[in-house]
C-alpha cells in the first residue's frame, strides 16, 4: 500500500491550510493510501544550525522531532506540504521544515532523497498574490530533491477560518490532486 504523508504549516487549528492538506489526504485515501498528518506547529523542530554536518556525513545531527519527519519522508511515496502566507512568505513553522531539508542535499553533486517521490503544494492566503512564491519552491523540489509536483492548490481571499469550505473548486482540486499523489 502506498504511503502519502500530510505536513501543515499553519498554526490554526481547522484553518484553510489544515482544510486543503486534509482534503489531498483524503483524495490519496480513495485513491488506495495509508495517510499520516504532522501539523508543523505542535512538534519541536529547530531552526538549521548551519553546522553543515549534514554536507559531510548525510544526516541532521540534531535531535528533534524532523528526526521523525525525516524517516517519513524518506518512507513515504509522496507527501502535501501546506502553508499560509505570512508575510510575503510561508509561514515560520513550514520554513524551519523546509530549511531542515537541506540535510537530504549534498549541495551541488547529488541528493539523498530516494528518486520518484510525488509531492503536492498548498498555499493559503489574504488578499496577497502569492502564487509564484509557491511555484518558485515547486521548481527547487522538483530541481533539487527530485521530487515530481502534482499540482499547486490554494487561493486568496482566505483570511476567515474554515473559509476555504465555501469554495467548492478549491477542494475538488485538492481531493483529485491526492488522487494523482498515489495512481
Ligand atoms: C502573521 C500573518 C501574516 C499574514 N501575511 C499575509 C500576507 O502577506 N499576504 C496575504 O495574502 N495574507 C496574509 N495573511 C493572511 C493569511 O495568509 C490567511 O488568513 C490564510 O488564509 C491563513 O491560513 P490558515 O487559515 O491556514 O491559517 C497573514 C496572516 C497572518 C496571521
Known amino acids: 500500500m502506498k504511503k502519502i504523508v ?13 482544510a486543503l492538506v486534509e482534503k489531498v489526504l483524503t483524495g490519496a485515501m480513495a485513491a488506495g493510501a495509508e495517510t499520516e498528518l504532522y501539523r508543523l506547529n505542535e512538534l519541536n523542530i529547530k531552526g538549521c544550525q548551519g553546522c553543515n554536518h549534514c554536507q559531510e556525513h548525510g544526516y541532521c545531527c540534531q535531535k ?14 509522496g507527501f502535501v ?9 510561508f509561514s515560520a513553522q513550514t520554513k524551519l521544515f523546509l530549511d ?6 549534498k549541495v551541488g ?3 539523498h ?3 520518484g517521490k510525488r509531492c503536492v503544494l498548498v498555499y493559503s492566503q ?7 512564491l509557491v511555484e518558485n519552491l515547486a521548481r527547487w523540489f522538483e530541481s ?8 499547486i492548490v490554494g487561493g486568496n481571499n482566505m483570511n476567515e477560518l474554515g473559509a476555504v469550505r465555501q469554495r467548492k473548486e478549491l477542494l475538488e482540486t485538492a481531493y483529485h490532486l491526492g488522487k494523482e499523489l498515489v495512481v
Open 109 to 111: 553533486l547529488s541528493c
Open 144 to 151: 533539487r530533491l527530485g521530487v515530481h509536483v502534482k499540482g
Open 126 to 132: 489574504g488578499r496577497g498574490d502569492n502564487v509564484a
Open 100 to 105: 531542515r531539508m537541506y540535510a537530504f542535499l
Open 6 to 18: 500530510g505536513f501543515v504549516g499553519s498554526p490554526r487549528i481547522g484553518g484553510n491550510t489544515e
Open 81 to 89: 506540504l501546506g502553508s499560509p502566507i505570512y508575510m510575503g512568505y
Open 64 to 77: 528533534d522531532d524532523m528526526t521523525l519527519l525525516y524517516e517519513q519522508l524518506k518512507t513515504a511515496d
Open 113 to 115: 532523497l530516494p528518486p
